[in-house]
């Protein structure tokens, strides 16, 4: 309701996704089960990276009545959750990426509370990727050590 009424409607449509999205990678975490932590090759971070420009570019260009923080945010935070869901390292990057530019958002838009748990949302993102920088560098010792 906050965003409807700010007109930020990426951000509004977002959370729907988020919870369609969440239940995307609640099933592929049951799915895969023990998974480990991994990342990208570098073919798959230029793939990222093209497809966040190529679609933030779109974007801008379709003149729609919506912003390009707006638009971008949404992007970042769509391929972050998929990434995530495939417990790739990098999705942790593009997360504090997007939550810094939500921080940013949210202050111009003088939505202080959102811009607060965004920064919440950043020390997560921070957390997170410590935490699987971690696993990844124990699962290569591991493989190495067999």
């Not at 497809?51 to 949404?74: E, K, V």
């Not at 970042?76 to 990434?83: D, G, M, P, Q, R």
């Amino acid at each position: 309701f906050i965003f409807k009424e700010h007109g930020d409607w990426c951000n509004m449509y977002l959370q729907f996704a988020f919870l369609f999205q969440s239940l995307y990678g609640w099933v592929c975490w049951k799915q895969i089960d023990k998974k480990e932590v991994s990342d990208l090759n570098k073919t798959g971070r230029i793939d990222v990276f093209l497809a966040i420009t190529i679609l933030s570019f779109i974007s801008y260009i379709s003149n729609l009545d919506i912003g390009i923080l707006d638009s971008t945010t949404a992007i970042l935070s769509t391929i972050a959750i998929i990434l995530t869901a495939h417990k790739k390292l990098e999705s942790w990057v593009i997360w504090g990426l997007a939550d810094l530019l939500y921080i940013g958002f949210f202050i111009e838009s003088k939505l202080y509370l959102s811009a607060g748990l965004y920064f919440i949302f950043l020390l997560i993102a921070i957390y997170g990727f410590l935490n699987w920088k971690k696993q990844l560098y124990e699962n290569i010792l591991n493989i190495d050590s067999k």
